[in-house]
């Protein structure tokens, strides 16, 4: 069974692990995530805006996909890519997604981390994940994508947005800290901008800690540049960061 040596990263498999029954919740805007068709139609176009540019940048090939999750955008490559192949650290997640997803792709259950590719492949993608990676680790992470790709490979990545950018928009979404304090509340979360810890209620109605660190757009793109790669980095109107890598 997947697991890790870090206490927190421990936490957040387990936090996602309890969560995969209701994670669909959020991601469909439904239940106690539900802020009203508004935000709802809003939070659906700027998904399809991503979903252009996933289209546009083409993971044709073979694609490796970083903590897939319940396969909401494993449901997107299996539709583009020749293979997919699924790296996830909770097995109640990829069950939600194998019941979901309609095509060829290979599971692996593992913590990301410890996870060692017995092959290369043409595309690396992630999705809500970076945000998950300790700073401490960013670099080492960036190393395992490098080991995951032919020399021509290509990374695509989304992930959430800099909660800043929804506060004049739905303040309902993130509501922002208190002057002083660096705390931003979610429907079910609080996370301290400065620590990157964010506190979560799992749908077991047990509270997990997990990693979370916004990243600023530009911020992202410098950090990855930094390590050898050309990126670019972009958001949406307010919910969603996403973009793309190749080696230099």
């Not at 959020?26 to 996933?54: K, N, P």
């Not at 970076?130 to 020399?151: A, G, K, N, T, Y």
């Amino acid at each position: 069974m997947a697991s890790s040596d870090d206490p927190l990263l421990s936490s957040q498999i387990a936090y996602y692990r309890a969560h995969a029954p209701r994670y669909d919740d959020w991601w469909f805007r439904r239940g106690r995530y539900d802020l009203g068709d508004d935000t709802r139609a809003d939070w659906e176009g700027q998904i399809a805006t991503v979903r252009s540019a996933l289209r546009d940048f083409a993971p044709l090939g073979s694609v490796l996909e970083i903590a897939g999750g319940t396969g909401n955008w494993t449901a997107e490559l299996v539709q583009i890519a020749d293979s997919v192949t699924v790296v996830d650290a909770s097995p109640e997640a990829v069950a939600v997604a194998q019941s979901k997803v309609t095509g060829g792709a290979e599971w692996v259950v593992t913590d990301v981390f410890s996870y060692r590719p017995a092959r290369r492949f043409d595309t690396v993608f992630f999705g809500f994940w970076l945000s998950h990676v300790p700073l401490e680790r960013f670099d080492d992470f960036w190393s395992l994508v490098d080991e995951c790709l032919i020399p021509d490979g290509r990374v695509f990545f989304i992930d959430n947005a800099h909660p800043s950018l929804s506060w004049d928009v739905d303040p309902d979404v993130f509501r922002p800290p208190d002057p002083g304090q660096s705390t931003v509340a979610g429907i079910d979360s609080i996370t301290d901008l400065e620590s990157g810890i964010s506190t979560r209620r799992a749908a077991d109605g047990e509270t997990y800690d997990l990693v979370k660190i916004w990243w600023d757009a530009d911020q992202l793109q410098s950090r990855i540049e930094a390590l050898g790669w050309e990126a670019t980095v972009t958001t949406t109107e307010w919910a969603f960061l996403y973009g793309h890598a190749a080696r230099r």
